[in-house]
């Protein structure tokens, strides 16, 4: 699991909080963390295998848009921190005596402190990097449409995510082990800047993701509203569609993290009492411990539940995966080439407004790409952008002549 209790571990000198959890069935606990750890990092390998989602043949797979490479981005970042649980739970449950000179005050061997400080690093960075990343497809989601055209720029992205992200993991870690492994955690202000920079962005994902995807779904309704001035039965389909996956991605988020607040709430409520041992403190301390395991399992899955809200459920044989019903992107120039050719007056007042049918194709084929980047991986919203776009354009192409010529 992902947790700043993971560096305190590494201090010689550990609050009582801490010390409750980590000796409380330790082996059980690390055990568990490496079950869920190497289960959900083979689901989540598995689902990025070749083929597993191939790009349909109507859309374009030239540039995958910046959307695509967000979600890419926080998937790398969770398969990689899944890793650092899975190695930090093998080497203390197969190497015990090397876990146990990490308390050794006086030892002489740096390689078990250096272990655990550079595993609990590589974790808290990760998961940090992956936090932000969310974050950025929040607002990458909300600018675009927003915008209603083109693709946002990822490398101010990279920079955020990663930049943020190792900011505030050195800081929290120099802070922590200031001025040395041997007297981290004599005070809990050498803690606190730590739990501080680790929770930030999980909060920040918590508090700003469901603002900006409430103001994405009022944006998107006023999308669709706007280009043709109804909202019809397709529409308000992709409108539900939007909505229902990012309330996907927010109730994965929760159920994965919110053990983690409800367990580090429960720590420092406890190192707040003078005797964290005494019985009426009973049930906050099976509290602590239960949270403790819940973390251990959830946190992990996290990945993969993430990829089940993006892409669903296509099973476990990705070389033959059955074929997608695909419903070709129509430009308004084909439907039009398909429906005959236009009446000469049209055909005559079409030429000397060609400014009017570019303008309506324009709109058209924004909003389509803005609704696409929502709704990328998603099998029954493919199909049903497709649809609405084939008729809607369709209904755009008739409407062109039919103004010009009321000009």
Not at 150 to 169: D, E, F, I, Q, R
Request: aromatic share 10%.
């Amino acid at each position: 699991m992902a947790s700043p209790r993971l560096g305190t571990f590494c201090c010689a000198t550990r609050d009582a909080a801490t010390q409750l959890v980590l000796s409380f069935q330790p082996r059980a606990f690390h055990a568990l963390c490496l079950g869920s750890g190497a289960l959900h990092l083979a689901l989540g390998l598995l689902r990025l295998l070749p083929g597993r989602r191939p790009a349909g043949p109507g859309l374009p797979s030239a540039s995958p848009p910046a959307t695509a490479r967000i979600l890419r981005a926080a998937a790398a970042c969770d398969l990689l921190g899944c890793l650092g649980i899975t190695v930090r739970s093998t080497v203390w449950l197969g190497f015990p005596s090397f876990v146990d000179d990490i308390s050794a005050v006086n030892g002489t061997d740096v390689w078990p402190a250096a272990f655990c400080m550079g595993s609990a690093m590589w974790i808290q960075l990760l998961y940090s990097a992956c936090f932000w990343w969310l974050f950025c497809y929040a607002v990458d989601a909300y600018l675009v449409i927003r915008r209603s055209a083109g693709l946002s720029t990822v490398l101010l992205y990279h920079m955020m995510a990663w930049g943020l992200a190792a900011l505030l993991c050195v800081e929290g870690t120099f802070m922590l082990y200031y001025p040395s492994v041997a007297r981290c955690e004599r005070g809990l202000e050498h803690a606190i800047p730590h739990y501080v920079t680790t929770y930030l962005p999980l909060l920040l994902v918590l508090v700003a993701n469901p603002i900006l995807f409430r103001k994405t779904v009022t944006a998107v309704a006023s999308l669709l509203k706007g280009r043709q001035g109804v909202y019809t039965e397709n529409e308000r389909r992709m409108g539900d569609v939007i909505k229902t996956r990012f309330f996907k991605i927010m109730l994965v988020f929760i159920i994965c993290w919110v053990s983690n607040i409800i367990n580090e709430s429960l720590l420092f409520y406890l190192e707040m009492q003078p005797d964290i041992n005494g019985a009426s403190l009973k049930q906050v301390r099976n509290a602590a411990k239960t949270t403790w395991f819940m973390m251990g399992i959830l946190n992990p899955a996290q990945g993969f539940l993430l990829s089940l809200a993006f892409h669903g459920w296509t099973g476990c044989r990705p070389a033959f995966r059955a074929p997608r019903k695909e419903i070709q992107w129509e430009s308004m120039s084909t439907s039009a080439a398909e429906r005959g050719p236009p009446s000469p007056k049209g055909s005559r007042e079409a030429r000397e407004s060609p400014a009017a049918g570019k303008e309506v194709r324009a709109g058209g084929h924004t909003s389509d790409e803005a609704l696409s980047l929502l709704s990328e991986g998603s099998d029954a919203s493919t199909i049903e952008i497709h649809v609405a776009s084939v008729s809607r354009n369709g209904r755009e192409t008739e409407s062109v002549p039919k103004a010009q010529g009321d000009l």
